[in-house]
Structure formats: C-alpha cells, structure tokens
C-alpha cells in the first residue's frame, strides 16, 4: 500500500510553522540562523521568509551581521502581528495583561473590586483595565485567556456562583464581555487551576506528572493535577474544597470552611477568611498560636489525606497568602507526616501564579494564533 505524499501547500506551511516558531524563540535571526537551527534548506527558509513577509507576519529589523563573509539581514516578527490578553479577576480587583509572542508582557492595567461585585461591576472593571492596555498594542488582540477567583463552567466559560463562597461575582460571562476587544477565542478557568500549572511549569511542581495544588487564603480551593493535566470535572467545579468534612478543632467532623468560623477567623458576615487575623493567631510561640495551628494543622491534614486517597498524588503543593506562610506549612507538613498515607509537601514558589500560569497559556495561543493567520496565494 502506498502513502500518499504531502502536498506541496502541506510543505510550505510546516516550513513556514519551523521558521516562525524559530523567531517566536529567538526574536531575530537570519535566514542562515534559521537554517542551522531548523535544519531546513537556506533556499525553502528564504522562500519561507519572502512569503511570511508578503504576508506581514515578518519584517527586516534594518540590522546586519558584521565581520567577514556575506552579510545577513536580521528578521523577526511583524510589529503589528497582535498580541494576547491576560487577565485576572479576583477579590484584589482585575488586572490586564498584554504579551506578545515572545512572552514578553507590554503592558499592565489594574481596577480595583469590592469583595462582592456582582456580574454588572466585574464587568465594567475588566472593560475598563482592557481600555487601559489596548492602545499599547500594535496589531489585534488575537486571544485572551482569562482567571477567575471563582468556580469557571467548562462547557460555556461563565463564572458560577456557589453557596457560601467568599468572592460573589455571580453569573459572569468574560468572553462575551471581551468579544468587541478581542478577536479569536477567549479561554476561562479558575485562578488555582493556573496556578498549580505554573508551579509545574517553573515552581516546586517543576515536571511532575501528579501532584495537587492546595490554596489557602481568603478562599480555599484545589487543583487536581493527574499525567499533567488539571482536572476540571463534569461541569469544572472539582477541586471545591471548603465543604469537605475533616476534623474540627472540638474533636468533631465539620466542613473545612467551618472550621475557620470556630476558630473565629472569618471576616464579618463573609465566608472569607480574615488572613490577617488568621496569622495573628497562629504565629508565635504562645500556646494559643501553638493550639490554633494545631488545629489549622489537623483540619487542612485531613483534606490532603482525602486527596491522597482520591488522586494518588506524588506531592501536595501548598499556596496563598497563608499556605505557605513556613511556620503554618511546618505544622500542616509534620501533622500530614504522621498520617498513615502521606507524600511529601512543598511550598509554592511562583510569584502571581494564577497570571503566570495564564500568561503562559496565552503565549501558546497567540503563537498558534500567528502561525495559523491565511496567507495570500504563492504568487506563479
């Protein structure tokens, strides 16, 4: 049986891919560096370089090699190809990202939120820090990729709303609020599902398989990361951990979320969880901060044995404000320890890692954005 040859079209746009990806690596090279390093011919590269030029994807920087030998021209990408939007949206306020296809972030805009905004003001918010960046961008806004300190639908991308969570946005539907800015597709997820991708892309998770990010701050919540991928779930609520039942600190078995109220450390009329009290109570070396971060300990134990027992991990991650705060994680580590099934506990590392995480994705699709962009016909 014979394998039919691909076509010639097949054949100049994986060579137009390698080329373009060399440059989204490397911001500038020459036609000869693009040979040496995508091992493809100097003759199909300069073909490849005069039709992405044609079609605007590439341009001469106006820069020469020096030294001995032929001189070469220095190409990169088109000023105007575009860049994507990252954004935030969290009980801190929104925040607007513009990178391009380096990964390089050119622009920044942040507005402020009330810790229940509502549908109608997280909207005007992210319309307004959007408004702010665009104008830095040359080009369209080819993509965004959008995280959200709520539960995220992974069927239609809109916020949903549950029971008792700390952060009421309500039904929100960021890609619709973003269709007039933006004009391919716009990806939402849950701020911890970000973050527990950056720590595998660049933090303590760095090329683990199986783990589970563990978020502890304001809200409570978890990523479940199994042959690295994130797992969403049916309708992408998994991961919802403030109501799952462990030890309370009378002995008995409450929800997570409850335990907190025990301990007194929620804000006022608000299923959030007052930090700055919370570390007021549990540093130090009285026997109070001691009893209370035995208690912390037991109770968040008992969600990460559920999650050993569930998801098999190979490491617990534990971020936000207070996850990681060390004398909080060493108590949560020693008591888990003792457990009868327990792995080994790691401390987040990256900085801002639900916009890192979405920032990284983002990159991904504007390359594929670019390198997908219809091309005029070869001319004969």
Known sequence: MSLAKPSLEMLRALTDENVLRALMEEGRLTRAEIAARTGISKPTVSDSVRRLSEAGLLADTGERTTGRGRVGTYYSLAADTGAALVASISPEGVVAETVDAFGTATARAEVGLGRAPGPHATAQALTEAVALVRPRVHGPLRTAVVSAADP??????????????????????????????????????????????????????????????????????????????????????????????TAGPRGTALPLIEVFAELGLR???STAIDVDALRAAALGDSATARRTRGALARAVGGVLAAAVALADPRLIVLGGTWGAEPGIAEAIRDHFAGLPRSVPVAAAQVPEPELAGARTRAVEALRTAIITTPRPEPSA
């Open 152 to 245: 995220v639908d992974r069927v239609t991308g809109r916020l949903v709303h549950l029971p008792d969570a700390p952060f009421l946005v309500g039904d929100l539907d960021p890609a619709a609020v973003l269709a007039g800015a933006v004009d391919g597709t716009v990806l939402v997820d849950n701020d911890i599902n970000w973050a527990a991708r950056a720590e595998r892309a660049t933090g303590c998770a760095l090329g683990v398989d199986d783990f589970v990010y563990v978020h502890l701050g304001e809200g409570l919540g978890c990523a479940v990361v199994t042959d690295a991928e994130v797992r969403r779930g049916h309708h992408g609520l998994a991961g919802e951990i403030a109501h799952l039942f």
């Open 267 to 269: 804000r006022a009329e």
